[in-house]
């Protein structure tokens, strides 16, 4: 299986640092989830991944399976085998879901997939996830619902197989219809080959998402770390511990 490896991030916005040596490593099959207090820099940390323009990475190494993905541009980093949900454009005016996931898997793959091979993936995709076959001809994110949205994700995710996904959750305000989308497809991928980080603020997606690892992200840091029983703790808690510890 693969593995991303997170060594010694240093991530700066606007001038500020943000990320102050981030240290993680995901292998295929397990789900790690991030939590932490609101300005932590959980996002900063999936932007960074991601390669988006404005996040600029000071310092440390991203690896997927040793080729480190910042020397590569984002496409190179979704065909090295990296999804993340917030690569892609919000609203895409006038493309199908269907086009839009074809276009996806063409750009990852290299090649386009043939018609027929793909309306079957993407079958199987959407009666996987029991999503109803009209939602494959409707307009990507217009007038979706956040459970249509994260169903749009999944199934990226379906049909992608990337290597590592991660998904930040924190800022979605996923009602309840999201959150059991997305538990529903983390606990799809889990098992197989796909590492999993799922970056969050609230504890709420954990009761459905068992995480086999949780890290507290606290100014820019992974402050503690530890299995499932760390998020009840939280739950129960709070991050008030780690705020006054950074402040
Ligand atoms: P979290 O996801 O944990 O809430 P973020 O990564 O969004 O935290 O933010 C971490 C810090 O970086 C915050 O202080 C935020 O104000 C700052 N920051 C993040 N993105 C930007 C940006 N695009 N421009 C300026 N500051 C930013
Ligand atoms: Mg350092
Ligand atoms: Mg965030």
Not at 40 to 61: D, E, M, N, R, W
Not at 134 to 156: C, D, M, P, W
Request: a negative charge; proline letters at 3%.
């Amino acid at each position: 299986g693969s593995t991303l490896e997170i060594r010694d991030l240093h991530v700066t916005v606007a001038d500020k640092e943000i990320l102050r040596g981030v240290n993680l490593t995901v292998r295929a099959g397990e789900t790690h989830a991030i939590m932490g207090p609101n300005g932590s820099g959980k996002s900063t940390l999936a932007y960074a991944i991601a390669g988006h323009p404005k996040y600029t990475v000071t310092g440390g190494q991203v690896l997927l399976d040793g080729v480190d993905l910042l020397e590569l541009t984002v496409d190179e980093r979704a065909r090295a085998g990296l999804f993340l949900a917030m690569q892609y454009p919000v609203e895409v005016p006038g493309v199908s879901v269907s086009n839009f996931l074809r276009t996806a898997v063409t750009s990852i793959r290299g090649e386009a997939p043939k018609l027929r091979d793909f309306a079957k993936d993407l079958k199987s995709g959407m009666d996987a996830l029991s999503i109803d076959a009209t939602f494959a001809q409707r307009n990507v994110n217009e007038g979706f619902s956040g459970g249509e949205k994260k169903r749009h994700e999944i199934l990226q995710l379906e049909l992608l197989k990337p290597k590592i996904a991660v998904l930040d959750e924190t800022d979605s305000g996923l009602d309840v219809d999201a959150l059991r989308v997305v538990s529903e497809g983390v606990n799809r991928f889990r098992s197989g080959e796909t590492g999993v980080l799922l970056i969050t603020h609230y504890t709420r997606i954990l009761r459905y998402v068992k995480p086999d690892f949780v890290h507290v992200f606290s100014a820019g840091r992974i402050v503690e770390q530890g299995g499932p029983e760390l998020a009840e703790k939280l739950e129960a808690e709070g991050y008030e511990a780690y705020t006054k510890a950074s402040a």
